[in-house]
């Protein structure tokens, strides 16, 4: 079992920048692939960063390369999303979320566990 609790969503101006955060629950977050979704009023979620057990390979939505970073620390079991530049397009309730499946990692069914959200909004 993994319990996912995410922090540092608020409301923001375009062009700036905020630092999501995800804490992990369980001694075995390091086994775990992350990834971060979101999810804007009347869509679907969406895929948005993904990054691998030791941190050694990372993906991104097209939407998001070179703005957003997903990093991670196994020792504070945090994984992390370094968002800069954002737009209003970026409004959206954010999830952090694990999986044991990284060959699918871009899809919110691979992932067995989910946090219960953060909200980022990106005023004009």
């Known amino acids: 079992q993994v319990q996912l609790v995410e922090s540092g969503g608020g409301l923001v101006q375009a062009g700036g920048s905020l630092r999501l955060s995800c804490a992990a629950s369980?001694?075995?977050?390091?086994?775990?692939?992350m990834g971060w979704f979101r999810q804007a009023p009347g869509k679907e979620r969406e895929f948005v960063a993904a990054?691998?057990?030791?941190?050694?390979?990372?993906d991104y939505a097209d939407s998001v390369k070179g703005r957003f970073t997903i990093s991670r620390d196994n020792v504070q079991n945090t994984v992390y999303l370094q968002m800069n530049g954002l737009k209003p397009e970026d409004t959206a309730v954010y999830y952090c979320?694990?999986?044991?499946?990284?060959?699918?990692?871009?899809?919110?069914?691979?992932?067995?566990?989910w946090g219960q959200g953060t909200q980022v909004t990106v005023s004009s």
């Open positions: 990054i691998s057990w030791g941190g050694g390979r990372t």
């Open positions: 979320a694990a999986t044991r499946e990284p060959s699918s990692w871009d899809t919110a069914r691979a992932y067995n566990y």
């Open positions: 369980g001694r075995t977050f390091s086994s775990y692939c």
